[in-house]
């Protein structure tokens, strides 16, 4: 993916382009911090699978990096985050006024690359998405605290703020490519389920991973008092005192036992079962792969599937 992945980034510092200094400052530092890049090759890897090759593939990736990359501005503020990618947040550096700012920058400018590839169900799939994300960021500040989460609200968030553009990304190959309603349907089934499986993962990586290799600080979930999955399903494995432990940090954002709180999430084998759970959402997105002919984007496909759940990073 090395050379269309260039293209890629290529279109990123063109559309990033600004005459008000600081929007073009913020916006570098952010997106010069690097990433997965995983929503932009998911376009492009499903538009070379359905055989589209145009240009507005690339258009269309960079235009979804730059939703994310919004997403992360907001995210850092309304979270109060201080390293994202192994460096100072953009909030940490220049301020949460600026950050918001440039996060609407972002967002805005991510519509005017929408509309230029003149194709009214590109406009539709990503409003949809951008639209779903925001409710999803709301549902989360919404659950904040909250020790009696049900799973299933839990995972409607994922599902709304992480997954929903991993969805569109895939779909939006899709469209490109011209594939037939089932077909497209299929390519979104399979970006739903993949960025389930990634955030199910990033969440249990704040209770097993380190700050170092992670490039975020460990705990932030929980000083954020962000109730995840490998948090809920130790309350339901621990003893008593154990369960009362978690809720208490979760409702007051206490990092102070944090150690404890890794302990036994890890010692009732919640880290285990989160990655089980992602490991199920993996394999369902690759099910969804029957749609495609065999081809070497189909294979890195395949692969995806792997590497979001196996990964320590």
């Given at each position: 993916m090395a050379d269309d992945m260039a293209q890629v980034d290529a279109v990123i510092h063109q559309r990033l382009h600004s005459d008000v200094a600081l929007i073009q400052q913020i916006s570098h530092y952010i997106v010069g911090a690097g990433g997965k890049r995983l929503r932009p090759m998911l376009v492009l890897l499903f538009s070379q699978a359905l055989g589209f090759k145009g240009p507005e593939r690339l258009e269309l990736a960079a235009a979804v990096e730059f939703i994310h990359t919004a997403t992360l501005l907001h995210d850092d503020v309304v979270d109060e985050s201080s390293l994202r990618r192994g460096r100072a947040t953009?909030?940490?550096?220049?301020?949460?006024?600026?950050?918001?700012?440039?996060?609407?920058?972002?967002?805005?400018?991510?519509?005017?690359?929408?509309?230029?590839?003149?194709?009214?169900?590109?406009?539709?799939?990503?409003?949809?998405?951008?639209?779903?994300?925001?409710?999803?960021?709301?549902?989360?500040?919404?659950?904040?605290?909250?020790?009696?989460?049900?799973?299933?609200?839990?995972?409607?968030?994922?599902?709304?703020?992480?997954?929903?553009?991993?969805?569109?990304?895939?779909?939006?190959?899709?469209?490109?490519?011209?594939?037939?309603p089932a077909v497209e349907d299929e390519c979104a089934h399979y970006g739903r389920c993949l960025g389930t499986a990634f955030q199910l993962v990033d969440d249990l990586l704040d209770y097993e991973g380190a700050t170092e290799q992670l490039g975020k600080n460990v705990g932030d979930d929980l000083r954020e008092g962000k109730a995840t999955l490998p948090l809920l399903l130790a309350m339901a494995k621990g003893t008593s005192s154990e369960t009362a432990l978690i809720r208490h940090a979760i409702e007051h954002g206490e990092v102070a036992r944090l150690a404890e709180v890794v302990d036994i999430v890890r010692r009732t084998g919640a880290i285990d079962a989160t990655r089980n759970a992602a490991r199920a959402q993996a394999k369902e997105a690759q099910e969804c792969l029957h749609v495609l002919c065999p081809s070497q984007a189909r294979d890195l496909l395949i692969k995806f599937c792997t590497g979001a759940v196996e990964r320590s990073t």
């Open positions: 953009a909030n940490a550096e220049f301020g949460n006024a600026a950050s918001v700012l440039v996060g609407d920058f972002l967002y805005s400018r991510a519509f005017q690359m929408m509309v230029s590839v003149n194709n009214l169900r590109v406009l539709d799939v990503l409003a949809d998405a951008t639209n779903v994300i925001a409710e999803g960021e709301v549902l989360q500040l919404m659950n904040m605290h909250d020790a009696d989460l049900a799973v299933d609200d839990y995972l409607r968030v994922i599902r709304f703020k992480t997954a929903k553009l991993f969805e569109a990304s895939a779909r939006l190959g899709a469209v490109l490519g011209g594939a037939s």
